[in-house]
């Protein structure tokens, strides 16, 4: 079984910063590309950051120059570094990751996801 837990969500002022990670565990072989999408209320969910698993990146163009996406050493955790943050970047955050776990398919897994709320 697999599962990737987040961390690091919360409350930030306008202009502050936050780092969320996320972490797989479980009966994982290798994980290819990780990302971070969010979801804010009332809209579909979207590509925040991602990153392979030979650290290609990838971002979506509202956070470029504020956000960096990297992957631990162990290669089975993200970060998300947010820097510069803005009302519009709150959102529920959700990792994901391509997983080819030991015994089954190959598959993509997602997070339970993380709040983060940008006062102005």
């Known amino acids: 079984q697999v599962q990737l837990v987040e961390s690091g969500g919360g409350l930030v002022q306008a202009g502050g910063s936050l780092r969320l990670s996320c972490a797989g565990s479980g009966t994982i072989f290798t994980i290819n590309t990780m990302g971070w999408y969010r979801q804010a209320p009332g809209k579909q969910r979207e590509l925040v950051a991602a990153i392979t698993g030979v650290g290609l990146t990838n971002y979506a163009e509202s956070v470029k120059g504020r956000f960096t996406i990297s992957r631990g050493n162990a290669k089975n955790t993200v970060y998300l570094q947010m820097n510069s943050l803005k009302p519009e970047d709150t959102a529920v955050y959700y990792c994901?990751?391509?997983?080819?776990?030991?015994?089954?398919?190959?598959?993509?897994?997602w997070g339970q996801g993380t709040q983060v709320t940008v006062s102005a």
């Open positions: 994901s990751a391509d997983v080819l776990p030991i015994t089954q398919a190959r598959a993509t897994y």
